[in-house]
Every structure is written in structure tokens, then in C-alpha cells.
Nanobody, 115 residues
Framework: QVQLVESGGGLVQAGESLRLSCVAS????????MGWHRQVPGKQRDLVAG???????RYADSVKGRFAISRDNAKNTVYLQMNSLKPEDTAVYYC?????????WGKGTLVTVSS
């Protein structure tokens, strides 16, 4: 089992920044993928960004150039630096961990961007 705890959400104005953090604990594999998805009510959960332990990254087109994912493998922590936030970035952000055919999700942290 793997447990994920997110932090860093909140209310900001358009153009401002936030940094989300997610700490993984439990049966952590040395090679894994961690990332962020987001979801608004009534819509599917979409990928925001992801990163492997080796440093390979992927981003949703809508956040490229504004968001940056990073991780500290020694701390089993992944970060999402969100800059130039827009009202359409408002969502619940979920941390995810994947390894050895298993995926786990955090409970989510709410990000609200006011115009």
C-alpha cells in the first residue's frame, strides 16, 4: 500500500502562483511515476503533469510553460509549481503514484483561482 498526502492548495487571484506538494509513504518502489491530475465537478479527471524517478516529464498542453513538476526522490515527494494561474485552473488537484502495475491516489487539494 502507498499513502499520498497533498498540501498547498488554496485561493489565489488570477496571475498568482501556488506550489502543491505530495508526500508518498508506505511500500515505495525505487522506480515509480508520480504526478498530478485535476478534476472539476461534472468532468473527468485529467492529467496535469507527471514525472518518473528518472526525470522524464509530461504535461497537459493547457499548462505547458506555466506549471512545472519536480520531485525529491529521497523524500518521496512531488511538487507542482503553478504560475500565472487562470480561473480555468480551478479544480481539485489529486496526486497520483504508479509502480508495478498499481496506482494510488491522494484525497485531493482544492485550488481556486478568482478573476
Amino acid at each position: 500500500q502507498v499513502q499520498l498526502v497533498e498540501s498547498g492548495g488554496g485561493l489565489v487571484q488570477a496571475g498568482e502562483s501556488l506550489r502543491l506538494s505530495c508526500v508518498a509513504s508506505g511500500n515505495i518502489h525505487a522506480s515509480n511515476y508520480m504526478g498530478w491530475h485535476r478534476q472539476v465537478p461534472g468532468k473527468q479527471r485529467d492529467l496535469v503533469a507527471g514525472m518518473t524517478t528518472g526525470g522524464n516529464t509530461r504535461y497537459a498542453d493547457s499548462v505547458k510553460g506555466r506549471f512545472a513538476i519536480s520531485r525529491d526522490n529521497a523524500k518521496n515527494t512531488v511538487y507542482l509549481q503553478m504560475n500565472s494561474l487562470k480561473p480555468e485552473d480551478t479544480a481539485v488537484y489529486y496526486c497520483t503514484y504508479y509502480s508495478a502495475g498499481m496506482d494510488y491516489w491522494g484525497k485531493g487539494t482544492l485550488v481556486t483561482v478568482s478573476s
